[in-house]
């Protein structure tokens, strides 16, 4: 089969002819692909930037945003079988440790991470478990939905665990509406009542951020944090940051009320606080990765029933290397999506 492989940092990923994955272990699920999400986590990934937390063995297949066809199922799956539409949860997990029993899939202790950790889904088929598979209505399309793998997820997890912050009267502001942010403002759209305001430095994503629920926008042009500032009175209940780079983070902590809540969900910035203005106001930091099994089941319960939708934009596998290259320069509005 064909899969875009990643031999070297900082070098392009490549379309190689590779063995098809099969099914070994008693739990193991074999999905063929129908879509798989390119992720600024891939651009970071081939600058090198997580090799030292992940240490994959080179070359291996990228993609940790996928949807598809269940293609075969080891000897003790019952929740899929061969055919179901399936979208999948981002980690390999064991099921029976705490974290696990908890719900909290990321932060399994025997995890493994396709597409960052071994062969991911950027191929024509993918090697999983059953505890990945969510199953989906047998008439949604993989592509359309792919990117709520990883993407999706992560927006909704954290939308999530704002809900008790944003009751009537609150406000929440949204920083970055590319990817992540515009699903983000459809999830707190559909289960908060709190006032949306969206900052990015497009002017194309805030008319976007605007026809999909945002109740007011701001253009990122340095008179941000003043004009979030006074239009809350003093700053938001929470600060939604898909950003967290280049400015963004000290602008989200600025924007952020006294006992508000500022979230770090984007990457690749330092936040500087000093500790006196922590305790003095009482705001948290609160970080963000991806989601649980239950938040992508819930997400796809909203996609389905027309409450979320995505803006994407579809490649074949063998044009991953334009996917990336676009991806790099801006040119993807919403998300890129491979399909074999
Ligand atoms: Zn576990």
């Not at 995505?310 to 290259?325: E, N, S």
Request: include cysteine.
């Amino acid at each position: 089969m064909k899969a875009v492989r990643i031999h070297g940092y900082h070098q392009q990923p490549v379309v190689d002819e590779v063995p098809e994955p099969t099914v070994k272990g008693p739990f193991d699920v074999v999905v063929k692909i129908g879509g798989a999400g390119v992720c600024r986590t891939d651009l970071h990934i081939i600058e090198g930037q997580w090799q030292a937390a992940m240490n994959p063995a080179l070359p291996y297949t990228l993609g940790h945003e996928n949807a598809g066809w269940v293609h075969e199922v080891g000897s003790a799956v019952t929740n899929v079988a061969v055919g179901d539409t399936v979208i999948l949860h981002p980690l390999i997990t064991d099921g029976v440790c705490r974290a696990c029993r908890a719900g909290d899939d990321m932060h399994c202790a025997d995890g493994s991470f396709p597409g960052l950790s071994h062969d991911g889904g950027m191929a024509e088929y993918l090697l999983t478990s059953a505890r990945a598979c969510v199953k989906l209505d047998p008439q949604t399309q993989p592509k359309d939905v792919a990117a709520l793998a990883d993407a999706g997820i992560t927006a909704y997890h954290a939308v999530r665990k704002a809900i008790p912050l944003l009751y009537p009267g609150t406000s929440c502001v949204v920083i970055g509406a590319g990817g992540l942010g515009h699903i983000g403002v459809q999830c707190l759209a559909a289960l908060t009542a709190t006032r949306i305001i969206v900052v990015d430095r497009n002017p194309d994503a805030l008319k976007l951020a605007g026809q999909i629920g945002a109740h007011h926008t701001v253009i990122a042009d340095g008179g941000q944090v003043d004009a979030v500032n006074e239009m809350t009175d003093g700053g938001a209940d929470v600060v939604l940051d898909f950003v967290a780079e280049q400015g963004a983070e000290n602008d989200g902590w600025a924007m952020t009320r006294p006992a508000g809540s500022y979230f770090v969900i984007g990457y690749g910035g330092t936040l500087q606080v000093p500790t006196l203005d922590i305790i003095s106001t009482e705001r948290n930091v609160v970080g963000n990765i991806v989601g649980t099994y239950n938040d992508l089941a819930e997400l796809m319960a909203l996609a389905e029933g027309g409450r979320v939708t995505l803006h994407t934009k579809t490649y074949p596998l063998a044009a991953a290397a334009d996917a990336v290259a676009d991806l790099d320069a801006g040119r993807v509005r919403g998300r890129a999506i491979l399909v074999p």
